[in-house]
């Protein structure tokens, strides 16, 4: 089943600083057919003005992968940790017991990012955050894991969460094919940050979203040099 969510249908929400497009319900926005695809929670499309961002908030029991388009995001959160993580690259708080942090776009630019919630597979864990650099050699033609919990990843450099998901990504040149295998009874969701694609044929423009689920291998190819971002989830 392969079930294309346009750019243009998600939820919306827009202030003096963000603009934001959800994927699935979250804040004002609800769609009860939307409210959440297997472990995965949340996908929100933000795009956050220069010297502005999201104060002090809480959150508790959930992953949160945070996936930078453009620009960059700093983070500071009340166990003291602070970091900037740049486009390309990206972070992860899992959230446990409490954790209260601000994101902020300190930069000269927009920030545009993916932020992407994920179910942990055990409540009341202990808070922690974490941000790694990716480079983008390598990542060509190739989806490369950024955050996991499958033993299969546990000797990559993919930042840790505590569930059996994966969240990959990868750059791909026009007329290119990206392949990925879909264990049974798990789903898969994916977005292209840029680009245009067919995934096992359903066209896909840029920011579009795309469920699937009960497919075995994920076919995916490149119309125009493009981005993917693709989760993996129970």
Known sequence: MIEL?????????????????????????????RASFGALRVWNDDRIKPQNGFPPHGHRDMEIVTYIRRGAITHEDHLGNRGRTEAGDVQVMSAGTGIV???????????????IWIEPARRGLAPNWGTRRFPRPGRERNLIVLASGRDRHASTDALRINQDAAVYCATAAAGSMLEHRLEPGRRAYLVAPRGRLTVNGTAAAARDGVAIRDEDRIEIKALEESEVVLVDVP
């Open 5 to 33: 969510r346009p750019f243009a249908n998600l939820g919306r929400y827009e202030n003096d600083w963000l603009n934001a497009h959800y994927h699935f319900s979250f804040g004002e926005y609800f769609d009860p057919s």
């Open 101 to 115: 942090h601000a994101e902020y776009n300190l930069e000269a630019e927009p920030t545009e990012l993916f932020q």
